[in-house]
């Protein structure tokens, strides 16, 4: 089976203005890029592939800013990074809206205290209806994408407004289709422990250095304590953070 590792980023001219951004060259319009070349490192580790060695941040990055380039953006875009086993990095990249506030603003919400957001930006997330198993494909992210498809297929999800929520085959829930998830609990948001065989998303990591997110070592997150209308913070690499509830399926 032929397959590479994949990364998907942003640039977006807003995050210059954000520090947290911020690479060793100073403000970065590419979203957490650094991260993003630490999880290609890693996963090309995982998966044994020593062509991908000579990988290194500086290329990267010259690669993605020489592809916004070419195409001639300017203000936003999605940046879709494949890394071959031979060491081939592939860009490419398709539009998106630019951010109009903090990516990460909506961490800070307590669902407890605070005035949802209008309900037209709330996600709708489903349980997926059957377990995945756990492998190398849940662990690292790559263009063999099967397993998430068809959990998507089987919620009938087809849009940004809805997500599916994955869970192993102890029941345990591992992330979404194309987010990672943390769920509101006692007051702080707890994400999916790494030993379940979850994805450790770049956002995720990001979150919990900075102490915003918890990651669950209680088994609290498992499919029989998800209810109607918990709260769900959505994160990834090109989204930032979004808010969603539980919506079950009978």
């Not at 032929?2 to 998907?8: E, G, I, K, N, P």
């Not at 205290?113 to 997330?125: G, K, Q």
């Not at 377990?131 to 992210?141: A, D, E, G, I, Q």
Request: charged share 20%; with cysteine.
């Amino acid at each position: 089976m032929y397959y590479s590792l994949l990364s998907s980023t942003r640039y977006d001219e807003s995050l210059l203005k954000c520090g947290w951004n911020n690479d060793i060259d100073g403000p970065s319009p590419f979203f957490l890029l650094p991260f993003h070349f630490d999880r290609l490192r890693e996963a090309s580790e995982q998966h044994d592939w020593q062509g991908a060695n000579t990988l290194s941040y500086t290329m990267l990055k010259e690669k993605c800013r020489q592809k916004v380039e070419q195409e001639g953006h300017t203000q936003a875009v999605k940046v879709r990074i494949t890394l071959s086993e031979a060491g081939e990095i592939e860009v490419t990249v398709s539009a998106v809206a630019s951010f109009q506030s903090d990516p990460m603003g909506l961490v800070h919400f307590n669902p407890m205290l605070d005035i949802p957001p209008d309900d037209n930006s709330i996600v709708a997330v489903h349980i997926d209806s059957m377990s995945t198993p756990s492998s190398l494909f849940t662990r690292t992210k790559t263009t063999n994408r099967a397993l998430y498809d068809e959990a998507r297929t089987r919620a009938k999800i087809s849009s940004s407004t809805s997500e599916v929520v994955l869970f192993n085959d102890d029941s345990s829930i591992t992330e979404a289709s194309i987010s990672n998830v943390s769920f509101f609990r006692a007051g702080r948001w707890l994400t999916p422990s790494a030993s379940t065989g979850c994805l450790p998303g770049v956002l995720r990591r990001w979150l919990l250095q900075k102490g915003l997110i918890d990651e669950d070592h209680g088994e609290q997150l498992t499919v029989n304590r998800i209810l109607e209308g918990d709260w769900v913070l959505l994160s990834n690499g090109v989204q930032g953070c979004r808010l969603g509830r539980i919506a079950l399926i009978p």
